[in-house]
């Protein structure tokens, strides 16, 4: 299947001043480092990993709106990241972004018509009778009542005003989507029901997501694919069902043993990192996960493990990769 999109050496370094007039910075914060990854049409890529791995970051930076230090960004085969700024505006209606605070990511002044209308007057797609049409379209395909266009943000619930956020993103008819923790911030029930909307618009419209979630079991549910992120690095990626079935990396298998499971009468053996994760500003030479890896050995000190074919559509970056026994059965998330 064609990929829509392509990920190549992406990476985002922050600069740290020591003081405020400073011009030559004295750190660098690698919130993203050299990321590669690939999404055929129609599918879904799940991103996960701990709070500050850089997650959100290397979604924002392929949609340019930060500006990556490094990499390749191919969208059907262009290199957005060397588009004039004319070229990416037009290019901005096949890709939109769905935000992980549906209260903020909305303007408190506009009227739900009038947030899910605003890409169509950007754009010039539509206008008068055509453009509320249009938005009535959106807003009952999205499942919000259309006599509900002309309440604001805040007199709608948490699950709405996602809505509001998709249909304002499909407004542009978008062949990409990058999700940001969608729905972190909504009660599980409510959950539930957007990630099936997600799921059934992606059917209906052909949509192609980067899903970014710190949720394994959300994850599992909406991926076709999934990529592990620690420290600004993709550390494991591989079909979802094979991930959770057999991962590979001593992170992805941390990660998956902390996942409490359904059925109380159930245990599961887990496995508890020592130490805390690392600052950005001071990875650590050689395998960044090596400070808390069980498996650690002296040559994951010195060396920078890089992402390699593992079998079963793996892809593994660990230098014990293959070396080790007693890798965990099937994980139930």
């Known amino acids: 299947m064609e990929d829509l999109l392509t990920v190549r050496h992406l990476s985002k370094h922050f600069p740290v001043y020591g003081r405020m007039f400073s011009r030559a910075p004295v750190a660098w914060i690698k919130a993203v480092d050299s990321v590669s990854f690939a999404v055929p049409r129609g599918e879904t890529l799940g991103v996960v990993g701990e709070t500050g791995c850089g997650k959100t970051t290397t979604g924002r930076a392929i949609l ?33 972004l769905i935000f992980q605070d549906p209260y903020s990511s909305l303007n408190p002044r506009l009227t739900a018509r009038e947030i899910i209308a605003e890409p169509l007057v950007v754009h010039g797609l539509a206008a008068g009778p055509d453009r509320a049409r249009r938005v ?36 542009v008819e978008p062949e990409l989507i990058v999700c940001d923790e969608p729905v972190s911030a909504l009660d599980v029930s409510i959950q539930a029901q957007v990630l099936n909307l997600f799921m059934d618009l992606q059917r209906e419209l052909g949509l192609t997501y980067v899903f970014i979630s710190h949720d394994l079991r959300v994850v599992k549910h909406v991926s076709d694919r999934v990529a592990v992120m620690y ?18 990396h001593p992170y992805t298998q941390a990660l998956l043993s902390a996942v409490p499971l359904p059925d109380p009468r159930l245990r ?37 493990p890089p992402l390699t074919e593992a079998g079963d559509g793996h892809l593994v970056a660990c230098l014990l990769e293959g070396k080790r026994a007693g890798q965990p059965a099937e994980v139930t998330v």
């Open 136 to 171: 009535k379209r959106l807003m009952e395909m999205v499942g919000l009542p259309s006599h509900h266009g002309g309440h604001y943000p805040h007199q709608f619930s948490g699950g709405e005003r996602q809505r509001i956020g998709l249909a304002r993103a499909l407004a």
């Open 231 to 248: 420290l600004g690095r993709v550390v494991e990626t591989a079909p979802a069902g094979e991930l959770y079935r057999s991962p590979r």
């Open 64 to 96: 340019r709106l930060v500006e990556p230090t490094a990499g390749e960004v191919l969208f059907r085969g262009r290199d957005i990241l060397r588009l004039p700024p004319r070229e990416m505006r037009a290019l901005r209606r096949k890709m939109q």
């Open 268 to 304: 599961r053996a887990r496995i508890i990192l020592e130490g805390d994760v690392p600052g950005a500003m001071r990875i650590p030479p050689g395998c960044a996960f090596h400070p808390r890896c069980p498996l650690a050995r002296p040559r994951c000190r010195e060396e920078v």
